[in-house]
């Protein structure tokens, strides 16, 4: 074999070694390629998942916030209502005070008003035109006055002889000692078809 030849074969087997190399080099970046890929789609589906539960935490609290300021402006809006009924109410006090069931009215609350002072003789205070009703229907008053405050739209104060003890039975004094249970009654009365 001569020196051309022994060069040819050993060039033949160096291509041939070089090109195994490459294949083998081609086949390890395909592999690792693949691989590479496949991790990215595992790290991308899990930051997928993460950006959704994460939206969905948003989302939730979002939708938290909302509900409770809908609950606001409804409770706001209910709460302005029973507002204007209760003004409404009181409006009328003047009215029911020049009405034919007046005397009785107060002939009621003067009862009532002397039941919780427990009997005791009381200075009764009413508005001016009132007196001489008043005078009528407390027979066993120890006085009648004028009021010596804020004049009521109807109704009396009654205190106690001594003046220790004090009820307030004009309209503005019952309405105010009964508002919890008259908003009640009047959110019953608005509201109760909108409850679920």
Known sequence: MTVEAIIERI???????????????????AALRRQAEKEGRRTHARACEEARREGMVIAGRILSVARMDARTAVNEARSAAIRDCIRRAEAQFPALAASPEYPAILGRLIAEGLRDLGGEEAVIAGREEDLPLIREVAREAAAVTAPDGEVPTGGAVLRSKGGDRRVNQTFEGRLQRMQRSVVMEVAARLFSEEEP
Request: aromatic content about 0%; hydrophobic content about 35%; cysteine-free.
């Open 11 to 29: 060039l033949a087997e160096s291509r041939r070694r070089a090109a195994g190399i490459e294949e083998e080099a081609n086949d390890e970046a």
